[in-house]
């Protein structure tokens, strides 16, 4: 098999080796052809190319060709173009130029033609002004507005507010305003056409003519504001009482019971000319927390007294000048600035942020100068609007004050007429005697804080009005519309001034903060300082009523006069009118007004400031407030409703102050202050009385101790105390003042002195702690609004016991001790020193009788020597001479029923014996329950 395969190897190479040969010569032949084919095509392409260039270089020599004669076709054509072009621009030269010398003539005709409507509203709103003005003015206007009713209205000869004091608008017409509005807008539009041509010869008498116009027009709408928002009268209504059933008099007489058996909004049956402190307070503490505190203050509510045409006419006028639309120039803002009188940048005019003093006279009408400066705010339609609701809104308080004012010193001349020509004292108190017939009525004064809060009440009634006219009229074109919504949807039943101001509202339109427009910021800083300068007015009259109050009803410019340094009280003058007849019952009414003033400043302080806010939304940040790059909600109104917080504060500390200093300066002698019979001193009751009129004012108390270093709490803020300390420090003073008077008692000659003395501080203990001591049957009973009440007042704090009952059982120790001068004749006879006459055992002897008699005559001269000096002396309360009287009696009458009953069995005497024993120990019974009952 080896060999087989060897021998087939060998003979297969050959074989292999032709092939191979056979196949290299096809490869070779196949490559020739392939190179063959390829340099026919590159020929081929070469002549191709050859071509190509020689039509492409045909093609150029033609392209230049066109060119030379498309130039000279050109070279031809262009004149004619040239001379056609020229042509058309001296038609459309010619076309502007006929236009613009119609507009001209049109803007040369602008005053002519303008002027007569601009005059026409000028006439019209001079005649409606005079007119109104000769019907009594906004004073009458205000008083027909806000009147409590028809009669009162007609009885000042007022009617409707829209009629009253000559208003309307007299011959003057709805389309007579939108004409001068309408020539408003074509003045300003030819002022400034020629303002950019001052260098035509006629340019600058046309702008002086314009300038003439639009300043007449400015001053006529000016005048058709103040007119309008004038004669509209004050921004408030009379408040419809609900829920009260029953005559007028008896929801006027309404209890604090009554208000809290019923819900919130029923504190609107009682009137507030007869409300109580305590319901007052109750009725707006509830309100603040339900949230409705509108609808619960006042007698009246907030209106908006403007028709329907007299709001779209002054819209259309505040459109027609808003931003700086009221100022003709090449930069009105420079105007603006200037008319305020402050360099550019320096926020808005007014004198907010400077310090609120009094620098009016009390009484005069007004608190401070800052309010009656004129508005100077840059824009005089705002001016216009701000010095006529500024008119209304201080006439509507000032005459609502006033009313008030004469109801309360017509209810005191009743009074005075039905006790005799005296004053009365109506608001209780306790016993012990009463003050002078001059000194004046403390339930005056307690009238003259009630309406010191009524009007503090009807003061943000008037500001609630008076920010709904603001919205509606004056910065509706300036705010937004929800809030402008929400303004017209408090001012129930004017559907058809709320689709006015909204339709008009939604068409407005207003420029960017940095364009100089309504929404600019100086404008904003104009309606703030506007209307800051309307409701300034309400609160400055306010505080001017309310510290005139404090001033003259509460005393607090007349304080008590102290004793001097030696004791001796002030000299007394001689007219009793005079501020010297006014003691502790005074200044304790004095105080609990105080306290009742500021109890009503505390809970409507706050809303009061909100309503005299008037920022908006851009505002917030601005720094755009009545000083450049302060607060921006600093206005004049804003630094007086916290002055009148402060004020208030202050002038209730005075007051309380002033209580402390009436029982210090009370006088030592006198029948009125130390009484003949040692009975209860005035000082006493009027002390009690005023604790417990000052004790349900613990919120209005706290108020002042957190802001005020006091004598007796030198402390402030959280550290303060409570309204106990300040009832421990009158009752020490009074107790000093009651010790000075003790004193006085023993110098007084006579026999009685020293009685006289401990009687007198007995009563007087005896009395603080029958009022004023807590005990399981007396407690102090608390309202539901967190106060107290003061007529269940008891003091639990231990001291008031451990220090006046200390004086009073010291006193009684030293009273009694009078009476045990009896027991020194009440002794026995030794029986060895008993002899009889004749042997017997019935008549004693001469000497041994004498003993007995000297006993019984002993006993019989102190006896009635006693019995003469504390018989006409007075304990008035029947708890207290019970007791004197068995503690009087255990001192000899058990030891003397013993001794009479010995001897009188005995004949000591032979012919006298009913001289000594004519005091049975029944007649001393019958005696001794006799004493103290004078009255």
Known sequence: MAAVAAATSASSVPAASATNTNTNANNSNISNLMVTESQLRIDALSASLRRLSATTSDLSTLTHSFARRARHLDSLTSPASETSAMLTQSATNLSTTLSRMREAREKFDTVPDCEPAIERLCGGAQEAAARFEAGGGARAAAAAASSANGDAAAAMGTGP???????????????????????????????????????????????????????????????????????????????????????????????????????????????????TAAATRLRLSAALQNRDLMASVGECDESLPLDSRPVRELRA????????????????????????????????????????????????????????????????????????????????????????????????????????????????????????????????????????????????????????????????????????????????????????????????????????????????????????????????????????????????????????????????SSDPNSDDAAGVRVYGSAAAAGLRILDGVRMLGPSLAKLCDVSHDKDKGSGGGGGGGGDATTSIASDLCIAIHRTTVKNAARTLENLAKAIQADPLDGETHRPRDARVATVSSDVVRAIRLVAPFTSAYKSVTKRRALPWDPKMGDESNDLDSYVRFLIMRMLNSLQGKALNYAKDPGADASAKSTLFMMNNTFYLLEQLGAT????????????????????????????????????????????????????????????????????????????????????????????????????????????????????????????????????????????????????????????????
Not at 216 to 241: F, Q, W
Not at 851 to 865: H, P, Q, T, V, Y
Request: hydrophobic share 35%; charged share 25%.
């Open 161 to 275: 507010a829209s009629t009253a004091a000559g208003g309307g608008s007299g011959s003057l017409t709805e389309q007579d305003v939108y004409a001068a509005v309408d020539s408003m807008d074509i003045v300003r539009d030819a002022y400034a056409y020629f303002l950019p041509r001052t260098g035509w010869a006629s340019a600058p008498a046309a702008l002086g003519g314009l300038e003439r116009s639009h300043v007449l027009g400015v001053d006529a709408m000016c005048l058709l504001i103040g007119h309008h928002l004038k004669v509209a009268g004050a921004a408030v209504k009379p408040k419809k009482l609900s829920g009260g059933g029953g005559s007028k008099k008896k929801r006027e007489k309404a209890t604090i019971a009554d208000l809290q058996s019923t819900n919130a909004n029923a504190s609107a049956v009682v009137s507030t000319s007869r409300e």
């Open 776 to 935: 399981s049957r007396h407690k102090t009973k608390e309202l539901p609004d967190g106060e107290i009440d003061g007529d269940t007042f008891r003091i639990d704090s231990p001291w008031f016991r451990e220090k006046v009952g200390k004086i009073f059982e010291a006193e009684k120790t030293k009273y009694v001790k009078h009476w045990e001068v009896l027991n020194s004749h009440l002794t026995s006879v030794d029986k060895s020193e008993l002899t009889y006459q004749g042997g017997s055992d019935k008549l004693l002897s001469l000497e041994s009788g004498r003993l007995i008699k000297a006993r019984f005559s002993g006993f019989i001269e102190d006896f009635e020597k006693l019995y003469s000096v504390h018989q006409p002396l007075a304990v008035v309360d029947p708890k207290l001479r019970t007791m004197l009287q068995r503690d009087v009696m255990n001192v000899f009458y058990p030891r003397y029923t013993r001794f009479f009953e010995k001897y009188s069995r005995v004949q000591f005497s032979k012919k006298n014996m009913d001289q000594y024993l004519k005091y049975p120990p029944a007649r001393v019974e019958t005696m001794l329950s006799e004493l103290f009952a004078a009255q």
């Open 317 to 572: 006028v505040f459109e027609c000048l808003g931003g700086e639309a009221a100022h003709l120039g090449p930069n009105p803002m420079d105007m603006v600035l200037k008319s305020r009188g402050m360099p550019k940048g320096g926020g808005a005019g007014g004198a907010a942020g400077a310090k609120v003093v009094r620098t009016e006279k009390v009484g005069s009408g007004g608190y401070c100068s800052l309010v009656n400066q004129p508005l100077r705010t840059g824009y005089p339609q705002l001016d216009a609007y701000g010095e006529a609701r500024r008119t209304v809104a201080h006439a509507s308080i000032d005459g609502y004050y006033r009313n008030a004012r004469a109801e309360r010193k017509k209810a005191a001349r009743a009074r005075q007429a039905g006790s005799g020509g005296g004053a009365t004292d109506d608001d209780g108190g306790g016993g012990g005697g009463g003050g002078a017939a001059s000194s004046p009525s403390p339930s005056d004064v307690d009238a003259a804080a009630r309406d010191a809060v009524r009007c503090l009440e009807h003061a943000m009634v008037v500001v609630a009005g008076e920010k709904s006219v603001y919205r509606c009229v004056v910065a509706s074109h300036a705010t937004a519309t929800g809030a402008l919504e929400h303004a017209m949807v408090v001012v129930a039943g004017e559907k058809s001034v709320y689709r006015c101001v909204v339709a008009s509202h939604a068409t407005a339109t207003a420029t960017s903060a940095t364009g100089g427009g309504v929404g600019s910021r100086e404008y904003r800083d104009g309606l703030k300082v506007a209307y800051s300068h309307v409701v300034a007015s309400v609160v400055d009259r306010a505080m001017d009523i309310i510290e005139t109050v404090f001033l003259k009803d509460a005393r607090t410019a007349t304080p008590p006069v102290l004793p001097t340094k030696d004791g001796a009280a002030a000299a007394a």
